[in-house]
Nanobody, 119 residues
Framework: QVRLVESGGGLVQAGGSLRLSCVGS????????MGWFRQAPGKEREFVAG????????SYVDSVKGRFTISRDNHNSAVYLQMNSLKPEDTAIYYC????????????WGQGTQVTVSS
């Protein structure tokens, strides 16, 4: 059974930081792009950050550039999202994803972790 399990969400004040972690199991992910999507209340799910299989190429939605950093550890089938200078508009459920291309349609999704940023 393929699983992606997120952790690290929580409640933080504006300007604070959180680090999300995601560990995959059930298959190898070291050949896949991995990343993060999020869905805020009343909004559509959106791509946040992605990393190619080696971590040498990353991409971000404009709203998080310069504040969020994605990294991965293929040995542990893990991907991380360091979130700094958090804003209330970053409040959302964050989903770990794997195996996607420029179409941004991942094959695998985690169950999500809640991030709430208070003003």
């Amino acid at each position: 059974q393929v699983r992606l399990v997120e952790s690290g969400g929580g409640l933080v004040q504006a300007g604070g930081s959180l680090r999300l972690s995601c560990v995959g199991s059930g298959r190898t992910f070291d050949g896949d792009a991995m990343g993060w999507f999020r869905q805020a209340p009343g909004k559509e799910r959106e791509f946040v950050a992605g990393s190619n299989w080696s971590g040498t190429s990353t991409s971000y939605v404009d709203s998080v550039k310069g504040r969020f950093t994605i990294s991965r550890d293929n040995h542990n089938s893990a991907v991380y999202l360091q979130m700094n200078s958090l804003k209330p508009e970053d409040t959302a459920i964050y989903y770990c994803v794997a195996d996607f291309d420029k179409s941004l349609i991942p094959s695998w999704w985690g169950q999500g972790t809640q991030v709430t940023v208070s003003s």
